[in-house]
């Protein structure tokens, strides 16, 4: 009997055509629930990590509420802000200063005498600068020893001092021109004046020596120290930044007028705190946004959000809405919650803040409202904070749904895997009962054409 070479050949039906159509209809179902399954984890997933992204940003729009600093800004204004700049800090009082500017520090300038060039031999040696209290050795070799390699050793020598060296082409008052070198300290005040002493080694030439550097300086501006007066008492400063005078203010002088007063005033300021709150309840807001359509139920289109009814969301809603509602019962005033200091919640859910009620607040039960929000461990900023970064730090809440939705998805590729193998399995049961069947019709019909022939001969004897 002859073996049968191809599917169908004996049955002569389409045997590829019909197993892999039995092989669809198998996996059919499989995987497209699979499919719908995979997707909705994906879509849960992304909306997960949207939300741990939110979550982070919202932390950062309150983290200033957790410490005093904050609630003690202040504000400095002065009668004539262009003569002087003032910075207020948290330490500085409330109070009115009167403040005369006398005198600005300036750093002194020298100006050496005139010589013919740059390249003018002048001698070798050592020159001796000081600057204020410190004291500094400049070496001249005899190879470089030109006006312009004394300035270059000077800079080289002093430049951490700030004091620099440079030269002038300048009138020497007989119509034509000489060079000068000018020596100017970085520092203002007393405590950068300059001077100067040569020690030299014997003439090689005609040159006239460091001490003809030394002794044809002359001070073209003179080092003085700032003097101010504040309320009558006099300060004097190497520096025109004055930063330890009043507690908390920094001053920079920018002109002098020993007959103008300028006023100083100090308050306190709550438009820091203010905005601070306005950073918060938008940041809450903020989030709301992305919350309220992640499990948002749209009942005309009967359709949900990704996280509609997840239980993520659901714990987060209420623990949030009891945060909110925290109310600190160790207040000696009625400003003890959000919604006393103005923070209230609206009909749609989000924060809105009464900014007159809030200063109300401050001005009246100042000390509750700091306490309220910046107690250690119970303060409600960090109590909020806690919170939150429960959920939205990388071990949290958040992440723990999410490696579950992992694993499912994980899970279903394992199904993909075993329902592959399923159907290599199912196509090779079914390619071998096909065969059968080529077999069986095979014989049949070789038994069929065996008979008919019997039947043919019988006949033609007949």
Known sequence: ????????????????????????????????RMDRKEADLQVKISALGTMRAGLSEFRESFANLKTTTTFNSRAATLSNAESIEVTAGTAANPGEYAIKVLQLAQG??????????????????????????????????????????????????????????SLLNVDDGEGGTHTRMTLSSGQSGSEG???????????????PGLQSLVDGMEEL???????????????????NSLTNVIDGITLDLKSADPDEINTLTVTEDNSAFTAEITSFVEGYNALMDVLTGADSYDSDSQTSGALFGDSV?????????????????????????????????????????????????LENG?????????????????????????YSRFDGIVQSRLDGLDARVSD??????????????????????????????????????????QLGNNSSDS
């Open 1 to 32: 009997m002859a073996t049968i070479q191809s599917p169908g050949i004996g049955s002569g039906l389409d045997v590829n055509s019909i197993v892999e159509s039995l092989v669809a209809a198998e996996s059919g179902p499989a995987t497209v």
């Open 108 to 165: 002194q300038k020298l100006a050496s005498g005139g010589f013919e060039s740059e390249a003018t031999a002048i001698g070798s040696g050592e020159l001796t600068v000081t600057v204020g209290e410190k004291e500094f050795t400049v070496e001249i070799p005899e190879e470089t020893k030109t006006l312009a390699d004394i300035r270059d050793a000077i800079n080289s020598a002093l430049r951490s001092e700030g004091v620099s060296a």
């Open 193 to 207: 004046a300059i001077s100067m002493t040569a020690t030299e080694n014997a003439a090689t030439g005609d040159e």
């Open 221 to 239: 501006v003179a080092a003085q120290d700032a003097i101010v007066e504040i309320d009558g008492l006099t300060v004097t400063s190497s520096s």
């Open 313 to 361: 969301m659901r714990g987060f809603r209420l623990s949030m809405s009891t945060t909110l509602g925290f109310i600190d019962r160790g207040a000696s005033s009625s400003y003890s919650s959000l919604a006393a200091m103005g923070v209230t919640t609206n009909e749609s859910g989000q924060l809105e803040l009464d900014e007159s009620k809030l200063n109300s607040a």
């Open 366 to 390: 100042y000390d509750d409202v700091v306490n309220f929000f910046t107690a250690e461990d119970t303060g409600f900023a960090q109590r909020l904070d806690d919170f939150v970064y429960g």
């Open 412 to 453: 279903i590729g394992e199904q993909r895997i075993d329902l592959e193998d399923r159907l290599i399995k199912v196509e090779a049961r079914y390619r071998a009962q096909f065969a059968a069947l080529d077999t069986i019709m095979s014989q049949l019909s070789t038994t069929s054409g065996y008979l008919a022939a």
